[in-house]
């Protein structure tokens, strides 16, 4: 496809912790089209975040590249040097992290904050900086924003703190937005507001987003595509429809089964399926899921299962799948 | 803000009024009189140089006179030192020790602040472990053992520094990097771990994925935040070094108020015991003013109260 924003192939990265290396990928591929929302769900330590921040960059030690393709907006990403890369955060692409109460600056304004990455990226003066910055505080649905840029971040709540921070991502109108878990540090009633505000402004600026969440309900009324990890794989991706009407892989199954309905429109969290997550220092030879997948067969334990795809976009790594797919049988639950 | 200064300065008066109270009642209870000496005094001249000095006086009526002089700043005579009031003593010899200090607070803190962030940087590298070693000697080596040392070397053996008095630049040298060298050490350490634990967190991570460059988001983003428990150190660093150091005053023959301060304690000299506790309490009463108002300044996150 042309306007394939993202395209990350087969990418293994690893960081060398004194303890020895943790294997955080192992052969993730995302692609991902303009003005597209993909979520990304797994549990902790699935490699959710690395995925995304490897985009762009920010996993420089003790993390390293180890193979694989990163493709982003026609860069290189993995050959660029640390100066390019620069040029391009916060403007091509930019991310909102989890927690808005230490993603601000605490001895710097509002309006310094936001200011601070449009005068690095756009060639806009001092006062021009300022009115963008004030344009941006009312694109993000923030009252009064003479008054706001001149407060301290501990002056303003958690879900304005978002705000802001959604106003510092879009400042140079970025063609992707990376949102890390960017509303489970805030009350229920203001993580439906921030997702709406997101959405709304995908729409109005036309940028694609990727959505890390642990919440299948968000992913549902927001995504697209999701991509489901585990251990540092994607196990399995699709689209929504695929992911909730037709999940193959036993691990998206069992997410599944932890809420209570497809539709659900409480945020239920996700509860882990029984077992504990695998060690990623000494990750398994065979599936990683396997210690935990009550359709275990003896292939699984010993070789890393390939993928098996269904369609253009849906696949998943999982033997079953591969068997069934052998089988020429489609395969029902 | 200004009114946050005034609460500030009213408490600081209060703080010190309370310090000069305590200090002359403290004074009165203290067995034997500034006219106890080896030599037996007739009870005629006692009574006379009490007389003279309003000690027969009550002692209420005592406290009353001494604080209305003190007020004025007016301390009263030395009882040792024949004809030289309180103050004048202490206006003699305050700046000589606040000289050697202030210049030793600005050594201090040039040096400790960026070689605490050098090892930051450098964490569990060379330089860090360097940095370590000479931050634990200032801290564990007693300032005696570094004046005799600085003096052993630099004036005795190799005759690169003069040892006695303030007669020239030169002879500052090594009173200075004796006593910048304990606060420097501190600060180094401070600084290493506030750079440390700010490198780490995550509004540092939001300036690297705004695209801001590792040197700017250092100067911007790490280095305010980072200096704030070094401000919070200052009050009582700047009291420490400004107010004279007994011992590098002594080794250096340097006449400044430390030393002054001690052997008037020695000496029984009452009122300029008096005199210069409420001068230095004062002086550090309003050096934590000017601290906790710089640090109202550079953090935002103090309340005005
Ligand atoms: N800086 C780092 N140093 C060492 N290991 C790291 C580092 N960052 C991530 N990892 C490891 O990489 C793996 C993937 O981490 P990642 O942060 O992507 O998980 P996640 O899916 O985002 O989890 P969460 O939901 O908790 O955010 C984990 O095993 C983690 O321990
Ligand atoms: S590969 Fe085997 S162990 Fe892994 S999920 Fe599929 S069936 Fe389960
Ligand atoms: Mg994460």
Redesign the pocket.
């Given at each position: 496809m042309s306007n394939k924003l993202v395209d990350i192939k087969d990418e293994y990265l690893s960081?060398f912790?004194p303890a020895g290396e943790?294997k955080?990928l192992n052969g993730v591929s995302i692609s991902l089209n303009e003005g597209e929302v993909l979520g990304i769900v797994?549990?902790?330590?699935?490699?959710?975040?690395?995925?995304a921040y490897s985009l762009m960059g920010l996993?420089a030690h003790?993390?390293k590249l180890i193979s694989g393709e990163l493709n982003f907006n026609g860069h290189q990403v993995e050959k660029m040097s640390e100066k390019e890369m620069r040029k391009m955060r916060g403007n091509e692409v930019s991310i909102i992290f989890q927690d808005p109460m230490t993603s601000l600056n605490p001895v710097y304004t509002i309006g310094n904050q936001i200011e601070e990455v449009i005068l690095l990226h756009t060639d806009k003066d001092k006062a021009q900086a300022k009115e963008r910055a004030r344009e941006l505080l009312e694109l993000v649905g923030i009252n009064e924003p003479d008054k706001r840029l001149k407060q301290y971040p501990h002056e303003l709540s958690g879900g304005m703190r978002q705000r802001v921070m959604i106003a510092i991502a879009l400042a140079c109108e970025p063609k992707l937005l990376i949102a890390d878990?960017p509303t489970t540090a805030l009350d229920v009633t203001i993580q439906a507001q921030i997702l709406e505000l997101m959405m709304e402004l995908k729409d109005k600026l036309g940028m694609a987003i990727i959505l890390?969440t642990?919440d299948l309900g968000v992913v549902a009324n927001m995504c697209e595509k999701i991509a489901v990890?585990y251990a540092?794989h994607i196990v399995e991706y699709g689209t929504v429809d695929d992911i909730f009407y037709n999940p193959k892989h036993e691990y998206t199954k069992g997410l599944l089964k932890s809420i209570p309905r497809l539709d659900a429109t409480e945020h239920e969290r996700l509860v882990p399926i029984e077992g504990t997550p695998i060690d990623?220092l000494n990750p398994p030879k065979g599936c990683p899921f396997a210690p935990r997948c009550e359709k275990c067969m003896k292939i699984c334990l010993r070789e890393m299962p390939p993928v098996t795809e269904f369609d253009d976009v849906h696949y998943t790594q999982c033997w079953m799948n591969q068997k069934e797919m052998m089988q020429g049988g489609t395969a029902n639950e | 803000m200004a009114k946050y200064i005034f609460k500030r300065i009213c408490l600081a008066i209060v703080t010190i009024w309370a310090v000069a109270t305590l200090t002359f009642f403290l004074m009165n209870l203290v067995p034997g009189g500034p006219f106890m000496s080896e030599k037996a005094v007739s009870p005629e001249a006692m009574a006379a140089l009490e007389a003279k000095y309003g000690l027969d006086k009550p002692l209420g009526e005592q406290y009353l006179t001494y604080m209305k002089d003190a007020l004025h700043g007016d301390f009263g005579q030395s009882l040792r030192q024949r004809g030289r009031s309180v103050s004048s003593i202490i206006f003699s010899k305050f700046p000589v020790s606040a000289k050697v200090g202030g210049m030793a607070v600005v050594v201090a803190l040039v040096l400790g602040v960026p070689l605490g962030c050098l090892a930051a940087f450098n964490r569990g590298k060379v330089w860090d472990h360097i940095i370590s070693v000479i931050a634990t000697c200032g801290i564990a080596v007693p300032s005696f053992v570094i004046c005799t040392f600085l003096m052993y070397t630099f004036g005795v053996k190799l005759k690169w520094l003069p040892t006695l008095g303030l007669t020239g630049p030169a002879n500052y040298i090594m009173p200075v990097v004796a006593l910048a060298f304990y606060p420097m050490a501190y600060i180094m350490r401070l600084m290493r771990s506030s750079m440390l634990d700010v490198l780490g967190q995550d509004y540092m991570r939001t300036a690297k994925a705004k695209g801001v460059s590792q040197s700017k988001s250092i100067f911007k983003h790490a280095l305010r935040n980072a200096i704030l428990p070094v401000i919070t150190y200052l009050g009582p660093m700047m009291a420490y070094t400004l107010s004279g150091s007994f011992i590098v005053e002594k080794i250096f023959t340097i006449p400044g108020l430390g030393g002054q301060f001690v052997s008037s304690i020695t000496n029984r000299d009452y009122t300029v015991i008096m005199g210069t506790t409420i001068f230095l309490a004062t002086f550090m009463v309003i050096m934590m003013v000017v601290v906790d108002i710089l640090y109202k300044i550079v953090d935002p996150r103090i309340k005005l109260k």
């Open positions: 960081f912790t943790v955080a797994g549990e902790s330590g699935s490699g959710k975040s690395v995925t996993t003790p993390g878990e890390i642990h990890m540092g990623m | -």
